[in-house]
């Protein structure tokens, strides 16, 4: 089995070579990032150092390899708010896929992949998201893992100057290999983005095949207005487990998308949640209890890619209240993964 | 399992192939680009910028530095991220590393 690795590693070795001989280069890139998050909750207090790597590595025009892991720690008082402090450490793959491009209309992927439904689970790793905890509804059309084994299409269907319209499809098989977790699966997602109003709007649908068949419906929605630097993103999910929203804005303290000042650099956020609980399914990680909840938040970006988070948010729900404290840091980080300087 | 390692090296094995095959015409492609119109790039550079803002500045800022052999990776990976058509590819390439 090591000399199958071995024999593996030095065919991608040799791959990246070849290929780093056309122009522009086919280099793989090592990207990702670096965090370290703290979090107070009802009075708990935990620590969680994560390393999120990222390697992609294309070959050629049409074929590409992408992998993230995640490295997480979790340390907290062993008995939630007393007591000596401990830690455990996580690993999980995220995704390790073999993308076809082949057409503007058409990417094909097969491997392990971020389950494409609605679109925090793709579009807003740890760097990217403005607030530090997943919203309420994450699991609704993702679980068991957010990740999913098997094969997808994807792509613009139509694409004009004025309007795009995007689309993904995908199956996934049942998957209980420790940090490989997936469920038996299949669905999609739709949307149509408006690029000069900076707005896409779409909906996504999942049917789950095992533990007694049942679908997963959610819609979303995304509106960066060109002139203001603000960010609106939203999601609506429902399942059998429950449903809910999540609303987020997010306004950058400048002038226009373009002005670049230490002011600008400061970003506040505000997110409103509603959950309502309906019948219990496994897995599905779902609050117990209606929830109603709202976070505000401070980005700051500093210079070299890290950034800098601070949120507090107050949650209503009938298994209890409770203040919620945010705070992390977080570098992000890219360089060649293979010899010959940048 | 076993299955699942040939098959992996076979595509690994077969990508191989494929660029070997496809290197000559990239270099011609090359030597198109370098005799590309200066005014012709600044405004391809300039409809590079004004696509990243309205495909990838939706998520991210712009990275602060990026270094011409990286960018090919990114905007791959981008392209299948984000759904970016190859002629954004193309031209975020040029805003990117000009």
Redesign the interface.
């Given at each position: 089995m090591n000399r199958v690795l071995l024999l593996a590693l030095g065919l991608f070795c040799a791959a990246s070579e070849l290929c780093a001989q056309s122009d522009p280069p086919d280099v793989p890139i090592l990207s990702g990032a670096l965090a370290f998050q703290g979090s107070t909750t009802a009075g708990a207090t935990s620590f969680q150092p994560i390393i999120v790597p990222v390697l992609v590595a294309p070959f050629g025009d049409h074929w590409l390899v992408e992998s993230r892991g995640e490295i997480e720690g979790f340390i907290a008082r062993q008995d939630g708010t007393s007591g000596p402090y401990s830690g455990q450490f996580f690993a999980s793959l995220d995704y390790l896929q073999l993308d076809y491009i082949a057409n503007p209309h058409l990417t094909v992927t097969v491997g392990r992949f971020l389950t494409p439904f609605n679109i925090y689970n793709e579009r807003f790793p740890l760097w990217v998201a403005n607030l530090e905890d997943t919203p309420i509804i994450y699991t609704i059309g993702t679980r068991p893992s957010g990740s999913s084994n098997g094969g997808m299409v994807r792509g613009d269907a139509i694409a004009r100057p004025g309007w795009i319209w995007n689309y993904t499809a995908y199956f996934s098989v049942l998957t209980t290999t420790e940090n490989l977790q997936s469920g038996r699966s299949a669905g999609g997602r739709t949307g149509v983005f408006l690029p000069k109003a900076g707005l896409e709007v779409g909906v996504s649908y999942q049917r789950f095949l095992q533990n007694g068949d049942f679908n997963s419906s959610g819609a979303y929605l995304a509106w960066q207005p060109p002139q203001i630097p603000l960010d609106v993103r939203g999601e609506y999910a429902h399942s059998p487990g429950g449903q809910g929203y999540w609303l987020e804005g997010a306004y950058r303290l400048a002038s226009s998308r373009s002005t670049t000042n230490w002011l600008s650099r400061l970003q506040a956020v505000a997110r409103v949640q509603q959950y309502f609980k309906r019948q219990p399914t496994p897995e599905d990680a779902l609050p117990s209890a209606d929830v109603n909840q709202f976070d505000f938040g401070l980005n700051y970006y500093l210079p070299h890619e890290i950034r800098l988070n601070g949120s507090y948010g107050r949650q209503y729900s009938s298994a209890g209240n409770a203040n919620i404290w945010n705070f992390e840091i977080v570098y992000r980080f890219l360089f060649p993964a293979w010899p010959g300087g940048r | 399992m076993k299955g699942l390692?040939i098959t992996?090296?076979g595509?690994?094995?077969f990508?191989?192939s494929?660029?070997?095959l496809?290197?000559p015409q990239?270099?011609a492609q090359?030597t198109k680009a370098a005799k590309a119109v200066p005014e012709k790039k600044i405004d391809e550079a300039k409809e590079g910028e004004r696509r990243f803002?309205?495909?990838c500045?939706?998520?991210?800022?712009p990275?602060?530095s990026?270094?011409?052999?990286?960018?090919?990776?990114?905007l791959?990976?981008m392209?299948?991220?984000a759904?970016l058509?190859?002629?954004d590819e193309r031209l975020i390439?040029k805003y990117l590393?000009p």
């Amino acid at each position: 089995m090591n000399r199958v690795l071995l024999l593996a590693l030095g065919l991608f070795c040799a791959a990246s070579e070849l290929c780093a001989q056309s122009d522009p280069p086919d280099v793989p890139i090592l990207s990702g990032a670096l965090a370290f998050q703290g979090s107070t909750t009802a009075g708990a207090t935990s620590f969680q150092p994560i390393i999120v790597p990222v390697l992609v590595a294309p070959f050629g025009d049409h074929w590409l390899v992408e992998s993230r892991g995640e490295i997480e720690g979790f340390i907290a008082r062993q008995d939630g708010t007393s007591g000596p402090y401990s830690g455990q450490f996580f690993a999980s793959l995220d995704y390790l896929q073999l993308d076809y491009i082949a057409n503007p209309h058409l990417t094909v992927t097969v491997g392990r992949f971020l389950t494409p439904f609605n679109i925090y689970n793709e579009r807003f790793p740890l760097w990217v998201a403005n607030l530090e905890d997943t919203p309420i509804i994450y699991t609704i059309g993702t679980r068991p893992s957010g990740s999913s084994n098997g094969g997808m299409v994807r792509g613009d269907a139509i694409a004009r100057p004025g309007w795009i319209w995007n689309y993904t499809a995908y199956f996934s098989v049942l998957t209980t290999t420790e940090n490989l977790q997936s469920g038996r699966s299949a669905g999609g997602r739709t949307g149509v983005f408006l690029p000069k109003a900076g707005l896409e709007v779409g909906v996504s649908y999942q049917r789950f095949l095992q533990n007694g068949d049942f679908n997963s419906s959610g819609a979303y929605l995304a509106w960066q207005p060109p002139q203001i630097p603000l960010d609106v993103r939203g999601e609506y999910a429902h399942s059998p487990g429950g449903q809910g929203y999540w609303l987020e804005g997010a306004y950058r303290l400048a002038s226009s998308r373009s002005t670049t000042n230490w002011l600008s650099r400061l970003q506040a956020v505000a997110r409103v949640q509603q959950y309502f609980k309906r019948q219990p399914t496994p897995e599905d990680a779902l609050p117990s209890a209606d929830v109603n909840q709202f976070d505000f938040g401070l980005n700051y970006y500093l210079p070299h890619e890290i950034r800098l988070n601070g949120s507090y948010g107050r949650q209503y729900s009938s298994a209890g209240n409770a203040n919620i404290w945010n705070f992390e840091i977080v570098y992000r980080f890219l360089f060649p993964a293979w010899p010959g300087g940048r | 399992m076993k299955g699942l390692v040939i098959t992996v090296l076979g595509i690994l094995v077969f990508v191989c192939s494929l660029k070997v095959l496809a290197l000559p015409q990239t270099s011609a492609q090359g030597t198109k680009a370098a005799k590309a119109v200066p005014e012709k790039k600044i405004d391809e550079a300039k409809e590079g910028e004004r696509r990243f803002q309205e495909n990838c500045g939706r998520c991210h800022n712009p990275p602060e530095s990026i270094s011409p052999r990286e960018v090919k990776a990114v905007l791959q990976h981008m392209r299948v991220r984000a759904m970016l058509s190859a002629e954004d590819e193309r031209l975020i390439l040029k805003y990117l590393a000009p």
